[in-house]
């Protein structure tokens, strides 16, 4: 008589970050709490709420042993919160919560058998409860790539699922730079990239309170298409100029040096911290040549490729850190 063995199942730590949430968060932790995959820690640091988000969490803690709260001493805003948060987790994945979202029944589930021997996997996200898979995929260009991180920050970190052995490898920080873009880089760079789930595991509300909402708000202003052809150069060279596009780069640049397979990756961030016109023309010549591994649609056109360094840098508050600030 065989005894079946039942499969290992790693430990996790869902981190959720809180800032006067009161109005969608009851909502958010029924779906957490409600996961069909055990969870060891549900880990929620608050950023000084003036709400009743705080005693609302305590409400779930008396119920639910495996909640842990934490308040921090001074608001530290989204990014640093996150980041801090994340580093607090003790599960052996470690999966990012928004504290507005709602999340499928099976999401745990599905990205633990998804994530394989990657650093992180992601899923989809659905804005609406009518959008499709094939919505999302027909409006994005799928794939994993570095090339394509470089400039887009297309990995959400409400989306991710990663290995906290991955997290506490990254030998640099800096919190001038989006965690989640820097998460999604660094698994590329520390990991062996990224696993994609092809399931709508969240529901993404988007309302005008969300911090990343006002963020993103200030990213797509609605202005004449022929702007970022216009005016994109000159914004390129202004970003070029910050610290923490120096500091993105110049660590990209570094790790992708000794690793053949990133080197077109490595070309075009050496073109992106060379100053002038020649090392800009030459990147947008690149983009071209790489437009199905960079460009954020399918399809893109030559032209719109040539010049996606334009089309990146305009209205890009990637690099400003005032805007990483609930308050």
């Not at 060891?40 to 709420?49: A, R, T, W």
């Not at 899923?123 to 260009?141: G, K, P, R, V, Y």
């Not at 400039?151 to 506490?168: A, D, E, Y």
């Not at 640049?253 to 020649?278: C, I, N, P, W």
């Amino acid at each position: 008589m065989t005894t079946e063995t039942t499969p290992y199942q790693p430990t996790i730590s869902v981190v959720m970050c809180t800032y006067n949430g009161e109005k969608f968060l009851h909502e958010q932790l029924d779906s957490i709490v409600r996961q069909s995959y055990p969870i060891h820690e549900l880990l929620i640091q608050d950023d000084g709420s003036t709400d009743h988000t705080v005693e609302i969490v305590r409400d779930y803690q008396s119920r639910y042993p495996y909640i842990r709260l934490h308040i921090n001493e001074k608001n530290l805003g989204f990014n640093k919160n996150f980041r801090s948060a994340i580093f607090r987790a003790e599960g052996e994945l470690i999966s990012i919560a928004d504290q507005d979202d709602v999340w499928h029944p099976d999401k745990l589930k599905e990205m633990v058998a998804c994530i394989a021997d990657k650093a992180l996997c992601f899923s989809f996200s659905s804005t609406s409860a009518t959008q499709t898979t094939e919505q999302i995929e027909q409006a994005l260009n799928n794939n994993t790539t570095l090339q394509r991180l470089l400039f887009s920050n297309c990995i959400p970190g409400h989306s991710m699922l990663l290995r906290r052995s991955f997290v506490h490898s990254i030998a640099t920080w800096h919190d001038d730079i989006l965690y989640d873009w820097w998460l999604a880089v660094n698994a590329h760079l520390y990991g062996n990239g990224s696993n994609r789930c092809d399931h709508i595991l969240t529901y993404h509300r988007v309302h005008g309170e969300s911090a990343m909402n006002r963020y993103h708000q200030q990213n797509n202003r609605k202005e004449n298409p022929c702007m970022p052809y216009l005016k994109g150069y000159f914004r390129y060279r202004k970003l070029t100029k910050r610290p923490a596009w120096q500091n993105f780069y110049q660590h990209i640049y570094e790790m992708t040096r000794e690793k053949d397979q990133l080197q077109t990756s490595h070309q075009l961030v050496g073109a992106m911290l060379r100053k002038g016109f020649f090392p800009f023309l030459s990147l947008c010549f690149c983009c071209a040549r790489h437009k199905e591994e960079i460009t954020t649609k399918k399809n893109t056109n030559m032209l719109r490729a040539f010049f996606y360094p334009c089309f990146y840098a305009y209205n890009n508050k990637c690099f400003d850190s005032s805007t990483f600030h609930e308050k």
